[in-house]
């Protein structure tokens, strides 16, 4: 191993000090100066903090020139990874400022410096080369997640998610944990490369089958693939909204991207066919089995829910299912098309939490027949809400349409004349007329249904209908001119040669 | 200029929505007046560009990166559409100038909807025709569900769920057609240029087509459409019947025909007699026709009988598609033009003039009441819009079915008994429920409905008026549309299907 560089190792890793720097300033002047005040004014000043120390982070990352390998090779920092963490970045700012209008804690520093370690455990799986960065930050990342979840100490269901989500996220760890540990024997090292190169020297092996299959329970468990499932729906229903909107989007930005990263780089050589004719064992025919899951099982079990947030989480794990396509394809393209849907996909999830957080105040519960008559109490909430739904949906000009379609593309363009690819896209394609089913009962629900007798209409705060109307200007305007970031996405993958 | 009723549509809706005023005349007038201006410009569009050959109004890169463009173009086809889109859309508006609850979203969503089916007939890029198409799913949904009738969440959910089946096999289609040309573009000129392996347009055809046939009535995928129809608003239903049922047949011949004209070939061996795609679509086609035709005799409720009329008559136009001779195509889009006219006039007459003011639909009830002398003018607009559906000489059914039954004589002999068949019963059932409702004539008192109906309105007339000079206008001058729709078809575009069957 070479001589680590401090000076170099501090300068691309800034960003990460940063965020930090940012968490122990929020939580020192929540408990040093405003422990007696207000819970806005204190939500409000932590989120402003944490959100400043972001907004410097992804200044910094712009800035950056440095790229390359750190401390031999555990660590990179190319343009893509650079990209992928100003996502997630902002993606921490907006579910910090959906954070100020809650009521559901007093530990105001705690929650914000929660929410920025878990975005530091991001930023450093999305660089990690190596498998033990790769699952320390993973751990960082969930342990985080997992008191997030459970922040909201009076309401039980708050806590019944946050021991659902410890308990699954345990085992899939320890599932994790073993597939790395039998890549290490296998490999002789914990290095991405150097794995694939020991996979590609030998024939598929019993052993290697396990580690895939290990590998991909532990983060199916994170981006929510059926059947690794079962937290999603709780935790989406009993953690505090900015808490569940962090794990909806940021998480799984993050995860989806080092899984793509992990299958592609780490077991290189080990893709296998899934077509019935030329069947070769390997990861692809694996995932194609959960991808297909996913979408049937999400879409199907969607449609019965009743609660708005589990239907989103039910909805998640349909799109993870989409998601997981790209992995099947991966290809450059692919990868872009990914990164492109799950940007937008979380853009879109994040604004209906934001709704929820107004219309859960006043009504009560996340019930989709509670916001009857919705679109007469809140019109602009509810405008939002429809571009938010009809996006998930897959509705043109909207982000979520685009996405979908360059994600089938992508997924052809590898190989035009694969029957199995264009069955899967056939597939996908009819469960998304599927969901259309269960995205529109919620909008029967808030445009169709006739309000309450004797019902106000629902405010909220200025900034939450900023926040929820950036959003959703960014699902139209990502939707009507996707070049914007394709372009980018495509240029930055190119660089960094993946 | 056109690309200006799109615009403007959308612009109307936009502002619709954002209309602080509550009064529900300015929301009406300003509709009125955004339909008005489009329908001027789809006008002057088609005044300026006589000869009907394609001209390109905007082509600007959209989406660099997949070779996608914001391509407006038309043709005589499109520029045909247009107008008759024009004129539903001021008649929609004229003819639910009564609805009073929730007006101003209303008429944004009915414009949205107007701006996108313009939208589908401009677009000469397939991905932005795919987009417009889609985003007409969404308006009638909401315009069905909030301001229908008769079980309308059913009706609404069960529509949509038929359109975005039919959308999603067309998208299959386009994504199979977009990689397999060699993904550099989606221009419609460049793919119908294309020669996909006759393997592909075999699968591919099949698909595309029935997508966009979904939309258009196609037996057996036709069940959204009469439930639909019921329980939508009248302008709703007009739009339904009269442009949106024809966006399907549209993308049928500009898409699927165009892109995969070999699926229309023979299959070089025979199932049932079948020998091509072409056969068992012609044959769904007249099954249609007779299908539709005999449901419609027997129903009791009366928008249901015009409901089933559509069947039949989107039928003439799918099996003037199949017959692939000039005569039968150029019948097929006049016969679009023609039920897009009728479809409104007598989803008018049923909707607005009948059930707005008696409240029910049951042909038996509609008896008694004596409709002919209470609202004579509905009754006058019935007999004229059922004449010429059934297709008498001087309104624009008649000249449609004489060019499609012609090209169907030359092209399959044997269909045109059954064709017989479905118009004779088209003559059936329109007499029967225009004796039924309007000239029931017990000699019997007859019993007044229980509170007096108001007299037929000003806008209602003007729209009656206005369709009904419509329809003959085509009847009389079909030439006025032929002129501009046969150098269309005779577009290097439709060389493919040119040269595979016709």
């Given at each position: ?498 | 200029?056109?690309?200006?009723t799109i615009y403007l549509s959308f612009l109307g809706a936009l502002a619709l929505f954002?209309l ?7 929301a009406r007038?300003l509709a009125l007046f955004v339909s008005i201006a489009t ?46 889109t024009?004129?539903?859309g001021i008649?929609g508006i004229?003819?639910s ?7 101003k979203e209303f008429f944004a969503f009915y414009l949205l909807l107007i701006g996108a089916v313009y ?16 985003i007409?799913?969404?308006p009638?949904?909401?315009l ?91 302008a709703?239903?007009?739009l ?263």
């Amino acid at each position: 191993m070479n001589a680590i560089d401090l000076g170099q190792l501090l300068r691309l890793l800034w960003p990460e000090i940063t965020i930090l720097i940012a968490a122990l300033v929020a939580l020192s002047v929540d408990l040093a100066g405003l422990r007696h005040r207000s819970l806005r004014l204190r939500f409000l000043s932590a989120s402003f903090i944490g959100s400043i120390g972001c907004a410097i982070a992804i200044d910094e990352l712009l800035h950056v020139s440095t790229q390359g390998a750190l401390l031999g090779n555990i660590f990179v920092a190319t343009p893509l990874t650079h990209l992928v963490q100003i996502a997630l970045l902002v993606i921490t700012i907006l579910t910090l400022l959906l954070a100020v209008d809650s009521d559901f804690t007093d530990h105001v520093g705690e929650f914000v410096l929660l929410v920025l370690l878990a975005t530091t455990g991001m930023l450093f799986l999305v660089a990690a080369q190596d498998l033990l960065i790769i699952f320390v930050s993973l751990e960082l990342l969930s342990l985080s997640a997992y008191i997030l979840a459970g922040f909201d100490k009076l309401r039980p269901r708050s806590s019944e998610a946050a021991l659902k989500y410890f308990l699954f996220g345990g085992m899939s760890a320890a599932f994790l944990l073993f597939g790395f540990s039998l890549l290490y024997g296998l490999a002789n090292s914990t290095n991405l490369p150097q794995i694939a190169a020991a996979v590609q020297a030998q024939p598929l092996n019993p052993i290697l089958i396990l580690a895939i299959v290990t590998t991909v329970i532990g983060f199916g468990f994170k981006i929510a693939a059926a059947p690794f499932h079962f937290w999603a729906p709780d935790v989406y229903q009993g953690a505090p909204i900015p808490s569940a909107a962090l794990i909806a989007s940021g998480s799984k930005v993050a995860s989806f991207f080092i899984f793509f990263q992990l299958m592609v780089l780490g077991f290189a050589g080990a893709e296998g066919v899934a077509s019935l004719a030329h069947f070769r064992s390997g990861w692809v025919p694996v995932l194609v089995v959960v991808s297909v899951v996913s979408m049937v099982l999400g879409n199907l079990v969607a449609i019965t829910q009743t609660s708005l947030r589990r239907l989103l989480a039910y909805s998640a794990v349909a799109h993870a299912g989409y998601m997981l396509l790209a992995y099947v394809a991966h290809s450059q393209q692919s990868l872009a098309a990914l990164l492109y849907y799950v940007a937008t996909y979380s853009l879109a999830t994040l604004g209906i939490l934001g709704i929820l957080v107004a219309t859960e105040k006043q009504l009560g519960n996340d019930s989709i027949a509670g916001m009857a008559g919705l679109s007469r109490r809140a019109p602009f909430l509810s405008a939002c809400l429809f571009v938010f739904i009809l996006s998930l949906a897959g509705i043109p000009p909207l982000s979520g349409f685009f996405a979908k379609f360059f994600l089938f593309l992508s997924l052809l363009t590898v190989n035009p004349g694969s029957k199995l690819l264009l069955w899967l896209i056939i597939l996908a394609i009819g469960m998304s007329a599927v969901s259309l089913y269960y995205y529109l009962r919620v909008l029967k629900s808030a445009f169709v249904a006739d309000p309450p007798a004797e019902s106000t209409p629902i405010q909220s705060s200025l900034l939450l209908r900023l926040l929820v109307g950036v959003l959703a200007g960014g699902v139209i305007v990502l939707g009507c001119a996707p070049d914007v970031i394709l372009n980018q996405i495509l240029k930055v993958i190119q660089a960094s040669g993946l | 200029m056109l690309a200006w009723t799109i615009y403007l549509s959308f612009l109307g809706a936009l502002a619709l929505f954002l209309l602080p005023s509550r009064s529900a005349t300015l929301a009406r007038l300003l509709a009125l007046f955004v339909s008005i201006a489009t329908f001027v410009l789809a006008l002057l569009g088609f005044l300026q560009h006589r000869s009907g050959e394609m001209f390109t109004i905007v082509s600007v890169p959209w989406i660099r990166s997949l070779g996608i463009n914001y391509s407006l173009k038309a043709d005589g086809i499109s520029l045909t559409l247009l107008l008759l889109t024009g004129v539903i859309g001021i008649c929609g508006i004229l003819f639910s100038w009564n609805i009073d609850v929730r007006v101003k979203e209303f008429f944004a969503f009915y414009l949205l909807l107007i701006g996108a089916v313009y939208g589908v007939f401009l677009s000469f890029d397939l991905f932005l025709l795919f987009v417009f198409y889609e985003i007409v799913v969404i308006p009638k949904y909401f315009l069905i569900a909030i301001w229908g009738s008769t079980r309308r969440e059913y009706g609404a959910m069960k529509l949509v769920i038929y359109s975005f089946v039919g959308s999603a096999m067309v998208l299959v289609g386009l994504i199979a057609a977009y990689v397999l040309s060699g993904s550099k573009s989606l221009s419609l000129d460049y793919l119908a240029g294309y020669h996909f392996s006759p393997t592909v347009q075999m699968w591919a055809f099949p698909l595309v087509f029935t997508g966009f046939g979904i939309l258009a009535g196609l037996w057996p995928f036709h069940t959204w459409a009469p439930t639909g129809h019921v329980a939508a608003p009248t302008a709703a239903s007009m739009l339904l019947a009269g442009v949106v049922m024809k966006l399907g047949a549209y993308g049928c011949l500009r898409v699927a025909m165009t892109l995969f004209p070999l699926g229309l070939g023979p299959w070089g061996f025979h199932i049932l007699g079948f020998g091509s795609w072409r056969d068992v679509f012609a044959v769904l086609a007249v099954i249609g026709i007779v299908y539709g035709a005999l449901v419609a005799l027997v129903q009791k409720d009366f928008k249901f009988v015009i409901g089933y009329s559509s069947i039949s008559h989107m039928g003439f136009i799918l099996l003037g598609l199949m017959t692939l001779n000039q005569i039968g195509l150029s019948g097929a889009v006049i016969q679009m033009v023609s039920h897009g006219i009728l479809a409104g006039l007598l989803f008018g007459v049923v909707g607005r003039m009948v059930y707005s003011r008696t409240h029910t639909r049951d042909l038996a009830a509609l008896g008694p009441m004596h409709l002919n002398k209470i609202i004579p003018f509905a009754a006058f607009t019935f007999v004229i819009a059922g004449m010429a559906s059934m297709g008498l000489p001087g309104f624009s059914g008649f000249a449609a079915e004489l060019m499609i039954g012609i090209g169907v004589w030359r092209s399959y002999p044997t269909l045109i008994f059954f064709v017989g068949i479905g118009l004779v019963a088209g003559v059936a059932y329109i007499w029967r429920a225009m004796q039924q409702a309007f000239f029931a004539g017990s000699p019997g008192p007859a019993t007044p409905p229980e509170h007096p109906l108001p007299p037929i309105t000003l806008p209602e007339r003007l729209a009656a008026i206005l369709l009904m000079v419509s329809s003959v206008i085509v009847g009389i001058f079909p030439q006025l549309f032929l002129h501009v729709i046969h150098p269309a078809l005779n577009s290097p575009m439709f060389d493919g299907l040119r040269k595979g069957g016709w």
